[in-house]
């Protein structure tokens, strides 16, 4: 099993940033890319972006392509997500998502980030 801690999320003012960071525990030997997702009251969870283990292949929502920046640290088993240019429509309830070698889906408990002046 492999447990999943977000942190960082809070309010901010437009064009504002946050970081948020993702530390995982358990069997993390079993996981391979990590991510983050976000979702609204009422709407489907939505992908954000995800890297591999090994740091290649950083993938990106279009609508957050160019403002926001995912990374990895293999030695603490975390994974952050640099947000910058935060507008209203960033804000969501923020879940870290971890999968592994053998498929199985791992989500964190959400961290909410808040985009008002």
């Known amino acids: 099993q492999v447990q999943l801690e977000e942190s960082g999320g809070g309010l901010v003012q437009p064009v504002g940033s946050l970081r948020l960071s993702c530390t995982a525990s358990?069997?993390?030997?079993?996981?391979?890319?990590m991510g983050w997702f976000r979702q609204a009251p009422g709407k489907e969870r939505e992908f954000v972006a995800s890297?591999?283990?090994?740091?290649?292949?950083?993938t990106y929502a279009n609508s957050v392509k160019g403002r926001f920046t995912i990374s990895r640290d293999n030695a603490k088993n975390t994974v952050y997500l640099q947000m910058n240019s935060l507008t209203p429509e960033d804000t969501d309830v923020y879940y870290c998502?971890?999968?592994?070698?053998?498929?199985?889906?791992?989500w964190g408990q959400g961290t909410q980030v808040t985009v008002s002046s």
């Open positions: 998502n971890a999968g592994s070698y053998a498929g199985s889906t791992y």
């Open positions: 358990g069997r993390t030997s079993s996981i391979s890319a």
């Open positions: 890297i591999d283990r090994i740091g290649g292949g950083p």
